[in-house]
C-alpha cells in the first residue's frame, strides 16, 4: 500500500466506509458507506476511480432508494473576515 501524498507519515492507508459530500448545479448530493483508502496521519482520503464514476453515474441518474433530507447552508463569512 503506498504512503500519503499530502503528508510525511508511513504509516498504512487504512480502509474505511466513510461519507462524502458532492454539489451537481446547486443540488448537494450525500453518500454514504463509501470505500475509501484513509491516512491516519492527516485524514485525506483516497477514492478508486472506479468508485468515483459509481458517484457520479448517481447523481445523473438518480437511484430509486435515495433519501431526501433537509439540509442547513450557514455561512461563516462575516465571522471570518
Ligand atoms: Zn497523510
Redesign the pocket.
Known sequence: MSM?E??D?NESQVLKRVTVTRQRHGQWYIFEDVPALV?P??G?RYFDAEVLEAMESRMRDMPADARAVTAYAISLSEKTA
Open positions: 500519503c499530502y503528508c507519515t491516512c496521519h492527516c485525506h
